[in-house]
């Protein structure tokens, strides 16, 4: 359970946050086994997802803005984080467990991160069923499902009704397909719905898998809509991080996912001649995009009763996860 928390936390965070992606380890390990399937493997690499809290230490080759000290930087950083965090879970023995109960309601639980939940294998009509009645497993299930759909052309689960593809199979769709907009939209809607009900998860969710189908846009998509698209993946990024202004070390962690999110959105265009004027006029649209979210994230919460800055963690936990909020600083 220390790893857990040391790791994810939760998705991250995590998200992920536990969001590694839920199913990708149990994804990842099929892929290892069907070497024919390098271009989707890559993709889920790197997914850096919230749902797992995850502490997100990059894997992704270097350009311009991101040097390869920056790396180093990270790599020397990590040993210190977790002889931080192994401090703390001495000092409070316990409370790693407890502060799992949290996130596990608020992100992905265990069963989740490992791709074995019954949500992840039940029938496709019986999972949107469950998700129309607003059962909130069900409905961040869905729209992680529907995102990866839309990003990669490949189910992220093996739901019993499906048939289950060759890897040859699995490789020829990813290598071919495009980002589907019109799913993207749905699963958005999907994951918004579900963090205003109380698994947050689905904000950073949202924002770690769409920012990597910036790659997978055809060619002949409007130059606004890029900026658009952008735009709004880090408008969702920042809300992720928003909604936890209560809670120290939940804004902590997901301060990786920002930068992580923000890589990923700009990693394809950052070859471009105009690219500084590119990447300050999407930053322009993102502070309107994000207000506008906010302000639908709020409407959204007060007509379920709900903060618009919950405070997740209390009581006992409070301490402990002060102590670890100095933890994760060194991270950031």
């Given at each position: 359970?220390?790893?857990?928390?040391?790791?994810?936390?939760?998705?991250?965070?995590?998200?992920?946050?536990?969001?590694?992606?839920?199913?990708?380890?149990?994804?990842?390990?099929?892929?290892?086994?069907?070497?024919?399937?390098?271009?989707?493997?890559?993709?889920?690499?790197?997914?850096?997802?919230?749902?797992?809290?995850?502490?997100s230490v990059e894997k992704g080759t270097a350009k311009k803005e991101e040097p390869v000290a920056e790396?180093?930087?990270?790599?020397?950083?990590?040993?210190?984080?977790?002889?931080?965090?192994?401090?703390?879970?001495?000092?409070?023995?316990?409370?790693?467990?407890?502060?799992?109960?949290?996130?596990?309601?608020?992100?992905?639980?265990?069963?989740?991160?490992?791709?074995?939940?019954?949500?992840?294998?039940?029938?496709?009509?019986?999972?949107?069923?469950?998700?129309?009645?607003?059962?909130?497993?069900?409905?961040?299930?869905?729209?992680?499902?529907?995102?990866?759909?839309?990003?990669?052309?490949?189910?992220?689960?093996?739901?019993?009704?499906?048939?289950?593809?060759?890897?040859?199979?699995?490789?020829?769709?990813?290598?071919?397909?495009?980002?589907?907009?019109?799913?993207?939209?749905?699963?958005?809607?999907?994951?918004?719905?579900?963090?205003?009900?109380?698994?947050?998860?689905?904000?950073?969710?949202?924002?770690?898998?769409?920012?990597?189908?910036?790659?997978?846009?055809?060619?002949?998509?409007?130059?606004?809509?890029?900026?658009?698209?952008?735009?709004?993946?880090?408008?969702?990024?920042?809300?992720?991080?928003?909604?936890?202004?209560?809670?120290?070390?939940?804004?902590?962690?997901?301060?990786?996912?920002?930068?992580?999110?923000?890589?990923?959105?700009?990693?394809?265009?950052?070859?471009?001649?105009?690219?500084?004027?590119?990447?300050?006029?999407?930053?322009?649209?993102?502070?309107?995009?994000?207000?506008?979210?906010?302000?639908?994230?709020?409407?959204?919460?007060?007509?379920?009763?709900?903060?618009?800055?919950?405070?997740?963690?209390?009581?006992?936990?409070?301490?402990?996860?002060?102590?670890?909020?100095?933890?994760?600083?060194?991270?950031?």
């Amino acid at each position: 359970m220390k790893k857990i928390l040391i790791l994810l936390v939760s998705l991250l965070v995590i998200g992920s946050i536990i969001y590694w992606m839920q199913g990708s380890e149990t994804e990842q390990s099929r892929k290892n086994e069907e070497t024919s399937q390098e271009p989707e493997q890559e993709i889920t690499q790197e997914v850096a997802s919230t749902s797992d809290l995850t502490v997100s230490v990059e894997k992704g080759t270097a350009k311009k803005e991101e040097p390869v000290a920056e790396k180093s930087q990270v790599a020397n950083i990590y040993p210190a984080f977790r002889d931080c965090a192994d401090k703390v879970d001495q000092k409070y023995p316990g409370m790693d467990i407890e502060l799992y109960k949290v996130t596990s309601e608020l992100y992905a639980d265990g069963e989740m991160a490992a791709g074995i939940s019954p949500y992840q294998t039940m029938p496709t009509a019986s999972l949107k069923s469950l998700a129309e009645a607003d059962d909130v497993d069900a409905l961040f299930v869905l729209g992680i499902e529907t995102v990866w759909l839309a990003t990669t052309g490949l189910m992220i689960n093996q739901h019993s009704d499906l048939p289950k593809l060759s890897g040859e199979e699995r490789s020829e769709i990813a290598k071919s397909h495009k980002l589907d907009l019109e799913l993207l939209e749905q699963g958005e809607e999907y994951l918004f719905r579900v963090a205003t009900l109380g698994k947050v998860g689905g904000l950073g969710e949202y924002a770690s898998l769409a920012s990597l189908g910036m790659k997978r846009l055809s060619e002949d998509t409007d130059e606004q809509k890029v900026q658009e698209l952008i735009a709004k993946i880090l408008a969702y990024s920042e809300l992720a991080h928003e909604v936890h202004r209560e809670d120290g070390i939940m804004q902590e962690i997901m301060k990786s996912q920002l930068k992580s999110v923000q890589r990923k959105a700009f990693e394809p265009f950052v070859e471009r001649d105009d690219f500084k004027t590119f990447k300050a006029n999407v930053q322009e649209r993102a502070d309107y995009e994000f207000e506008e979210l906010f302000s639908r994230w709020k409407e959204r919460r007060e007509y379920y009763g709900l903060p618009t800055h919950p405070k997740f963690i209390t009581d006992d936990l409070v301490e402990y996860s002060e102590a670890m909020e100095a933890c994760h600083k060194l991270l950031n």
